[in-house]
């Protein structure tokens, strides 16, 4: 008799849990459905407005705010060396150039940034010019508002825009929940526009050095364009093992399970607002799309 407990305990516990949990996800498909596409729209981006990003109805992604919390942070390249540990792994590309007694710092990204697909374009500068052997161990500062350049970008997967973006911004991103893509099959086609046109042939000095043959992109005046498809910066080590390997199949694994729990809906706003209501400690992982860093007991994840 003792031994049937033991095993009546736990299944009955089970049985009791899976029933709450489908009465609590039929309640919640029953709210989101409930909701207008103006209340839904408002109410995602009152939840996801705290951290830094707001949902694009008409692409059905993520973009990144300019007043977004991470500002504060700026960037190190610790932060790419760290990545795959939060199940992020990108093709990077950091553009240094000195420019006006500072060294900058346009780095660009693509890749899998755990159950999403993005890409990132960041704006950064130190206060006076670093040297080669130490840009990678300088923490960059996001750029002021008066220093922004006019950022532009499409995000291509097989020749076919994902998104596209365009805007004054410190870091312009794109970020498609529920897709799954290896960084080397996705391009980036980009066009910046600076505030001089010394600062242009700055930055294409830095394309130069970076190793983007005169070729492959176009200067005209204040604006210069490029795609971004395979990295001539060399990649951080962790990127380039088998440990990235490895984190794209739990990523796999993290997308399938995504898909299943947010079912019958197809739209990143449903499937999201269905998890908050559903299942809100995930849905705030989704929500820290990239890099490691503090500020007010956050995680500098973007």
């Given at each position: 008799m003792n031994q049937q407990i033991y095993v009546i305990i736990p299944l009955f516990t089970l049985l009791a849990l899976f029933l709450y949990l489908y009465i609590r996800k039929a309640y919640a498909i029953r709210r989101v459905c409930a909701m207008s596409v103006p209340d839904k729209l408002e109410r995602l981006n009152q939840i996801t407005i705290p951290f830094g990003f707001e949902y694009r109805l008409s692409q059905d992604i993520f973009t990144s705010r300019p007043d977004a919390w991470q500002r504060e942070c700026g960037y190190t390249d610790l932060y790419d060396r760290q990545a795959p540990f939060f199940h992020?792994?990108?093709?990077?590309?950091?553009?240094?150039?000195?420019?006006?007694?500072?060294?900058?710092?346009?780095?660009?990204?693509?890749?899998?940034?755990?159950?999403?697909?993005?890409?990132?374009?960041?704006?950064?500068?130190?206060?006076?010019?670093?040297?080669?052997?130490?840009?990678?161990?300088?923490?960059?500062?996001?750029?002021?508002?008066?220093?922004?350049?006019?950022?532009?970008?499409?995000?291509?997967?097989?020749?076919?825009?994902?998104?596209?973006?365009?805007?004054?911004?410190?870091?312009?991103?794109?970020?498609?929940?529920?897709?799954?893509?290896?960084?080397?099959?996705?391009?980036?086609?980009?066009?910046?526009?600076?505030?001089?046109?010394?600062?242009?042939?700055?930055?294409?000095?830095?394309?130069?050095?970076?190793?983007?043959?005169?070729?492959?992109?176009?200067?005209?005046?204040?604006a210069v364009a490029f795609t971004f498809s395979r990295p001539f910066s060399p990649q951080p080590f962790l990127r380039r093992s088998r440990y990235s390997r490895w984190i794209q199949l739990k990523n796999r694994i993290l997308l399938s399970l995504f898909l299943k729990l947010t079912k019958p809906f197809y739209f990143t706003i449903d499937q999201l607002l269905l998890l908050y209501e559903y299942l809100p400690i995930l849905f705030r992982h989704i929500l820290r799309l990239k890099r490691t860093g503090k500020k007010r007991g956050h995680r500098y994840e973007h």
């Open positions: 992020m792994i990108f093709d990077c590309e950091p553009i240094y150039f000195d420019y006006n007694g500072e060294t900058w710092l346009i780095e660009l990204w693509k890749g899998q940034y755990g159950i999403t697909t993005g890409c990132e374009i960041g704006v950064y500068k130190s206060d006076r010019i670093i040297s080669k052997g130490n840009r990678t161990r300088t923490l960059f500062h996001a750029v002021s508002d008066k220093e922004m350049p006019f950022l532009s970008l499409t995000l291509l997967k097989d020749a076919l825009p994902l998104n596209r973006l365009c805007e004054r911004h410190w870091w312009l991103t794109g970020f498609s929940v529920g897709k799954y893509t290896e960084p080397e099959e996705l391009d980036m086609k980009i066009s910046i526009i600076f505030p001089s046109s010394e600062m242009c042939t700055a930055f294409a000095a830095g394309l130069k050095e970076t190793g983007y043959p005169h070729s492959s992109f176009y200067q005209s005046g204040e």
